[in-house]
């Protein structure tokens, strides 16, 4: 059974950085996607970033696009986002999520397994 972890959130001033952490365990993460989503008061999950675990093949939401960068460890069995020149929009809960395949999937419903949830805010 897939579980995702994720870490890393927390409070950070506009044009600071934060390194979000997701620890995957209990699958063959080479034939997997992982992404990570992000979700506001109100708003269903969007689309943040996404990452092909077995090629390194990477996916960005336009909004995020020379800001944020997904990576992965593949002997940590550990994704990351690292997220640079925040600001105070970019306040929400982050999660990670996986899917079998090769797609780097950018709606919820794509992937079938997700972390708790972290939550980043950044004030001005």
């Known amino acids: 059974q897939v579980q995702l972890v994720e870490s890393g959130g927390g409070l950070a001033q506009a044009g600071g950085s934060l390194r979000l952490s997701c620890a995957a365990s209990g699958g063959t993460f080479s034939s997997y996607v992982l992404g990570w989503f992000r979700q506001f008061p109100g708003k269903e999950r969007e689309f943040v970033a996404g990452?092909?675990?077995?090629?390194?093949?990477?996916s960005y939401a336009d909004s995020v696009k020379g800001r944020l960068s997904i990576s992965r460890d593949s002997a940590k069995n550990t994704v990351y986002l690292q997220m640079n020149s925040l600001n105070p929009e970019d306040t929400a809960v982050y999660y990670c999520?996986?899917?079998?395949?090769?797609?780097?999937?950018?709606?919820?419903?794509?992937?079938?397994?997700w972390g708790q949830g972290t939550q980043v805010t950044v004030s001005s």
């Open positions: 999520a996986a899917r079998r395949g090769i797609h780097i999937g950018t709606v919820a419903s794509d992937y079938e397994n």
């Open positions: 990452i092909n675990w077995g090629d390194g093949r990477t």
